[in-house]
């Protein structure tokens, strides 16, 4: 491993034609070894190597499909978590830079939801009661938490869908880390606002009374993403007052209001569906990831549609943003040779676990 260190120093010196041309030749000396899995938010000079590409959902699925030794994610860390889940035991799931996290997902840690859940237990009995929903964006030990205690993993493209199942199951819901997807769905479910709680994790009982327990249906976890939470409901109205025509859509993990104020509102593979279906010369705001509406914008180009970004500012996927030619040719060019590099593993106790309440959701949408 420590050679494999040493060799990275000498491909981050590279320019970035040489690294594509050693991406180009490992990618062909490893043949089908290896598939490269990238998500819509993956930075452009990485995306164009990708053999799959998607949203958390459909890259689940894939991961799960997947038949090559080598599971290459381009993504974040809780994605090749998942790859290592739902992939067969004889395949590696590899991360190129395993400095790629999320922000979001570190918001919600294993010590934080155990301790939600004890002192939940003190005014209910929350086993009883609460079905856990954790988002995809999470780590692999609070999805093995959620399969333990009869929970489920949603994605933005489904966890209307997932919500549903999990009433079934108990009357509340418990759904870290991400309280704004989570609101964003509990209101087009119909449930009134001040019956979805923000449970704060840093103070006693959530930062909440026993009667507010009591009262919710949707107990929200104090989290959120640090790209989304970017865009404002002052955006949408000056594009309105410039363009009366345009239309605007958001990623449901943005915030309550700038879902309400958006025409469209829907997970990175609903947002490229949309524009991509909608006619031609139209115009668009977009509320997500800026490489994802950059690439849209040219893609949109040749019929007339005008995607832009909603906010003024740049606001990329920095963590995901780590993931370059450099980390993408070093990675290649050892696996290439077989040496096995930044692979994700998630413990067995933990991913037997995790993979009951991923296959729940497989299984639910």
């Known amino acids: 491993m420590n050679i494999a260190h040493i060799a990275f120093d000498r491909f981050n010196e590279l320019q970035d034609k040489a690294c594509h041309d050693r991406i180009r030749a490992a990618r062909a000396k490893l043949g089908n070894k290896a598939v490269l899995l990238c998500h819509h938010y ?3 000079d990485v995306y164009q190597y990708a053999d799959l590409t998607g949203d958390s959902l459909k890259l689940s699925r894939l991961a799960s499909q997947a038949e090559a030794e080598y599971i290459v994610f381009c ?17 590696k799931a590899i991360l190129p830079d395993l400095a790629a996290g999320c922000s979001m997902a570190d918001m919600a840690n294993l010590a934080k939801v155990e301790r939600c859940w004890r ?12 079905t856990p929903v954790t988002y995809i964006n999470s780590a692999a030990d609070l999805k093995a938490f959620c399969g333990d205690h009869g929970g489920i993993v949603c994605t933005s493209s489904n966890a209307g869908t997932i919500a549903q199942w999990a009433f079934k199951q108990r009357e ?3 759904f ?24 704060d994790p840093d103070l006693e009982m959530g930062g909440l009374t026993a009667d507010e327990i009591r009262k919710a249906k949707l107990l929200l976890w104090k989290g959120h993403c640090s790209v989304h939470q970017m865009f404002q409901p002052a955006h949408i109205l000056k594009f309105r007052n410039q363009y009366p025509d345009g239309l605007v859509i958001a990623h449901p993990e943005c915030s309550f209001e700038v879902c309400k104020q958006s025409d469209f509102v829907g997970s990175t593979e609903h947002i490229v569906k949309t524009i991509t279906e909608a006619a031609p010369n139209t115009r668009w705001l977009v509320g997500t990831e800026l490489n994802l509406v950059n690439r849209l914008a ?14 003024p500012t740049v606001c990329m996927c920095s963590t995901m943003q780590r993931i370059d030619p450099q980390h993408l040719a070093w990675t290649l060019e050892n696996l290439a040779e077989g040496n096995i590099v930044n692979q ?7 991913a037997i676990l995790a993979r009951l309440a991923l296959e729940r959701m497989l299984a639910a949408s």
Request: hydrophobic share 40%.
């Open 344 to 350: 994700i593993k998630v413990p067995e106790h933990e």
């Open 176 to 199: 870290f880390p991400d309280q704004h997807l989570g609101r964003w769905t509990g209101y087009k479910m119909g449930i009134p606002l001040d019956e979805m709680m923000v449970w």
């Open 172 to 174: 509340k819901i418990l």
């Open 42 to 44: 993956q930075r452009a």
């Open 75 to 91: 993504g974040v860390h809780f994605m090749a978590e998942v790859a290592d889940i739902m992939s067969k035991p004889h395949q």
């Open 298 to 311: 040219e893609e949109m180009r040749p019929e007339g549609k005008i995607v832009q970004f909603m906010a």
């Open 119 to 130: 002192e939940l237990n003190e005014t209910l009995n929350a086993g009883e009661t609460i």
